[in-house]
Nanobody, 116 residues
């Protein structure tokens, strides 16, 4: 079965940094694009970033450009999101997902809280 497990969230001060990880199993990780999505308190889902199967192309939502970096280590079946210059409005549950055999699979999410 497909499994995605996020980690690395926590409490950080404005301007700080965190690196999130998403450990994948149950599918051929290096055949599929991966995504990060977030949901802030009281708000809907917001797309954060996408990386193609081999890491050759990356895409970011406008508010994340220059601050966040998506990457993947296919040898370790792991997706990463490096977050710098964090702002209070970045506070959200961050989840990774992928579409495999026409179905979208999600991890449980990891909480990021940016506050002084």
């Amino acid at each position: 079965e497909v499994q995605l497990v996020e980690s690395g969230g926590g409490l950080v001060q404005p301007g700080g940094s965190l690196r999130l990880s998403c450990a994948a199993s149950g599918f051929t990780f290096d055949d599929y694009a991966m995504n990060w999505v977030r949901q802030a308190p009281g708000k809907g889902l917001e797309w954060v970033s996408t990386i193609e199967w081999n890491g050759g192309s990356t895409y970011y939502a406008e508010s994340m450009k220059g601050r966040f970096t998506i990457s993947r280590d296919n040898a370790k079946n792991t997706l990463y999101l490096q977050m710098n210059s964090l702002r209070p409005e970045d506070t959200a549950v961050y989840s990774c997902n992928t579409t495999w055999k026409s179905r979208t699979f999600w991890g449980q999410g990891t909480q990021v809280t940016v506050s002084s």
